[in-house]
């Protein structure tokens, strides 16, 4: 890009860093220091505003890049990643939202733990967490190492290495200053900034075709070079055995996988009640739909206006297709319309990204805290978690810099939908056992997690996505041996099988007291924090 794109995106981004830096240091002066305060925001949000702060937390670099690209590139198969996001929606709020708002304080490993033992259930659960957000930020790292290429024309490691550098810094700043209730306002202000520009974006693409849908959709098949095949299934899922059964892994995957991510969850503690959790998560599915049915447009619009070839040119993977379909929008390179346009979009998706990994490090830094860290000292509670939670965002931020320029050339929305996998696999077992089965125990909860954890880890590492192929992370080397990219449709299942087989091999007696305890307030609110 030209120095004329650069100025104005360049300083956008900058004002909006430089409002949520803002929002965070007079959040930092105002707080208290309590755990409740720095993991819920003294739980004093509405529902409206919880529902803009899911959404904001939900709609990732995966959604706003990687899904609009692989739409350009793969047509209806594309757009399946968009409809997994979304149905998945459905599960958190009949399954999730109201009873884990009920049963837990601060983290997953509350519910799970309020009827075993504590200590082994909060290790192996506070794990996963901790897993589950480090991929999840891996994700999101990258989405902002192929903006900033696209944003300075350069495509070197060194200008996405430093990209990924200060983002890293940055959600290590918002989160270590300004705990839940400055990263909600941010979350917030973010969906509000990423709706509004989806939505102009929107508008602009129809006005260009007259509001023709059918002829967008024609003119996206005849430049993508496959004519019709473009607008059926099976352009990337349906070559072959092996892809029609990655399809139903990864649609397993990101429906329920998000019941099971940590940041997701932590936000029902921001509520006061279940009913408000409730409400949010309506809020949240409403603003979230929206967004995804304008998202597949995009992806469509991109292919008809950009063109497949030059997305493919600008980014291999094609997470740079928003931008450059609001550069072409806007009257083209060189044009005031289109240097402002992308500018506001390049803007939009920072934010994106700087909102995201704020919400997820502090989830995963909650984790390591509250639950790791206050198990092995044997308390858990004031001032000491907090400041090793705040040490956890650091340890994190680097730990995910590392990893995110390892990954640097894969799709975001792939390496999110591995996040899912792992958090179906090791997360959704041991919370739905915990909420609906009278007889699980502790061997049982331990086994559930690990026995999801482990396998979802391996396949990946076995997977085409690390070795032997072209794209993969390591195309020099091939230990490739398991044939499809998710592991959901394997590990999944053995969550779910390891957790009965231990609770079944396990000599413990099922507390009958402390699950009626459990049922009750997680369907009443009785006795709920």
Not at 145 to 152: F, P, T
Not at 248 to 276: D, E, M
Not at 329 to 336: I, K, P, R, V, W
Request: proline letters at 3%.
């Amino acid at each position: 890009m030209t120095g004329d794109h650069q100025t104005p995106a360049l300083l956008l981004f900058s004002g909006f860093v430089a409002v949520t830096l803002g929002i965070t240091t007079w959040v930092s002066r105002r707080r208290h220091g309590s755990a409740e305060e720095f993991y819920t925001g003294g739980r004093l949000f509405s529902p409206m505003e919880n529902g803009f702060a899911i959404a904001g937390d939900y709609i990732s670099a995966a959604s706003f890049l990687g899904v609009t690209g692989l739409i350009a590139l793969y047509g209806y198969d594309g757009l399946l990643y968009a409809v997994g996001f979304l149905v998945a929606w459905l599960v958190v709020l009949f399954l999730v939202a109201e009873l884990v708002r009920n049963c837990g304080r601060f983290t997953l490993a509350d519910v799970v733990a309020a009827r075993m033992s504590e200590r082994p259930v909060r290790i192996a659960a506070g794990t996963s967490s901790v897993v589950v957000s480090v991929l999840y930020l891996v994700a999101q790292m990258v989405g902002a190492g192929s903006l900033v290429a696209l944003l300075l024309g350069r495509t070197s490691g060194a200008a996405q290495a430093w990209t990924v550098i200060g983002v890293g810094a940055l959600m290590v700043i918002y989160v270590s200053l300004g705990g839940m209730r400055a990263t909600t306002w941010i979350q917030i202000v973010k969906a509000v900034l990423l709706l509004g520009g989806t939505v102009a974006l929107t508008v602009l693409l129809l006005l260009r075709f007259h509001g023709d849908l059918d002829q967008l959709l024609v003119t996206a098949a005849r430049r993508s070079g496959h004519g019709d095949a473009f607008l059926a299934p099976g352009l990337k899922y349906g070559g072959s055995w092996t892809a029609r059964f990655d399809f139903v892994s990864l649609g397993l995957a990101l429906v329920l996988g998000t019941a099971g991510l940590p940041h997701i969850l932590s936000r029902f503690y921001t509520v006061p009640t279940a009913r408000a959790a409730r409400r949010s998560a309506v809020w949240s599915i409403g603003l979230i739909g929206g967004f995804y049915l304008l998202t597949i447009v995009l992806g469509f619009g991109a292919a008809a206006v950009v063109g497949p070839g030059d997305l493919r040119g600008s980014n291999a993977a094609g997470n740079t297709a928003v931008p450059l379909l609001a550069l072409d929008l806007g009257g083209g390179a060189g044009s005031t319309g289109g240097t402002v346009l992308f500018a506001v979009v390049a803007a939009v998706a920072f934010a994106t990204i700087l909102a995201v990994v704020a919400g997820v490090t502090l989830a995963s830094s909650a984790s390591m805290a509250h639950d790791l860290y206050a198990s092995l000292r044997g308390s858990r509670g004031g001032a000491r978690e907090v400041a090793v939670a705040r040490f956890a965002a650091v340890g994190i931020g680097v730990v995910a810099i590392a990893l995110g320029l390892l990954a640097r050339d894969l799709n975001v929305a792939y390496l999110v939908g591995l996040a899912f996998a792992v958090a179906a696999s090791a997360n959704l077992p041991v919370l739905m056992y915990s909420l609906f089965w009278r007889g699980f125990t502790t061997r049982g909860a331990v086994w559930a997690v690990y026995g999801g954890l482990v396998p979802a880890l391996g396949l990946v590492l076995l997977s085409p996505m690390v070795s032997g192929c072209p794209g993969s992370l390591f195309p020099g080397v091939d230990f490739q041996y398991f044939p499809l990219q998710n592991p959901g449709i394997v590990s999944i299942p053995l969550g779910f099988l390891a957790g009965w087989l231990g609770t079944v091999t396990s000599d413990e007696i099922p507390d009958e007291a402390k699950y009626a305890e459990t049922e009750v307030r997680s369907l009443t609110g009785a006795g709920a924090v």
